[in-house]
Antibody, heavy 120, light 109 residues
Framework: QEQLVESGGGLVKPGGYLRLSCEVS????????MHWIRQAPGKGLEWVSC????????QYRDSVKGRFTISRDNAKNSLFLDISNLSDDDTAIYYC?????????????WGRGTLVTVSS | DIQMTQSPSSVSASVGDRVTISCRSS??????VAWYQQKPGKAPKLLIY?????YGGVPSRFSGSRSGSGTEFTLTITSLQPEDFATYYC?????????FGPGTEVEIK
């Protein structure tokens, strides 16, 4: 059964850093685009970043460019999001999701999310 | 960025009702739209992709369509079931950054 499990969230001070991880099982991770999508408490969904199968193409929303870095380790079936210089606006549940093949730009499998809280 | 809007923001309906949710994009996105269902405390689930394609395992009472231009899309739930009370989001996959609509909450009447 396909499973995505995020970890690494927590309480961090403004300006701080976290590394989010997403461990995948039950499908061929290396064959899929992967995405991070976030949801602020009580708010809607916001796409954050994606990475292609080989890790050579990465995209980010403007508000996180230069602060967030997406990466993957296909040997370990894992996706990462390094988030730095955090602000209150980054407080959210962060979901990892796989891109539906072959379209890539729809999100067919989701993890349960990891909560990042930015507060002093 | 492409803006996605949804209407209504909420709808009250009864089991067995037909519910229609509209989504509009700020520019032509052809058929690059998906619909998701989210229940409180849970991750979203993909329902429809490519405007009208039903994702595997999703009941056939869910359907999606595009009306006319590539800016207006509709999610229809025929014969609403108790498990369908949730929030529904549209999402455009036409161009980066991918964007979602603000959501439509389907509530029990």
């Amino acid at each position: 059964q396909e499973q995505l499990v995020e970890s690494g969230g927590g309480l961090v001070k403004p300006g701080g850093y976290l590394r989010l991880s997403c461990e995948v099982s039950g499908f061929n991770f290396k064959d899929y685009y992967m995405h991070w999508i976030r949801q602020a408490p009580g708010k809607g969904l916001e796409w954050v970043s994606c990475i292609n199968q080989s890790g050579t193409m990465r995209q980010y929303r403007d508000s996180v460019k230069g602060r967030f870095t997406i990466s993957r380790d296909n040997a370990k079936n894992s996706l990462f999001l390094d988030i730095s210089n955090l602000s209150d606006d980054d407080t959210a549940i962060y979901y990892c999701a796989s891109g539906l093949r072959p379209q890539n730009w729809y999100f067919n499998l989701w993890g349960r999310g990891t909560l990042v809280t930015v507060s002093s | 960025d492409i803006q996605m809007t949804q209407s209504p923001s909420s709808v009250s309906a009864s089991v067995g009702d037909r519910v229609t949710i509209s989504c509009r994009s700020s520019q032509d996105i052809y058929n690059w739209v998906a619909w998701y269902q989210q229940k409180p405390g849970k991750a979203p689930k993909l329902l429809i992709y490519g405007a009208h394609n039903l994702y595997g395992g999703v009941p056939s009472r869910f359907s999606g369509s595009r009306s006319g231009s590539g800016t207006e899309f509709t999610l229809t739930i025929t014969s609403l079931q108790p498990e369908d009370f949730a929030t529904y989001y549209c999402q455009q996959g036409n161009s980066f950054p991918f964007t979602f609509g603000p959501g439509t909450e389907v509530e029990i009447k």
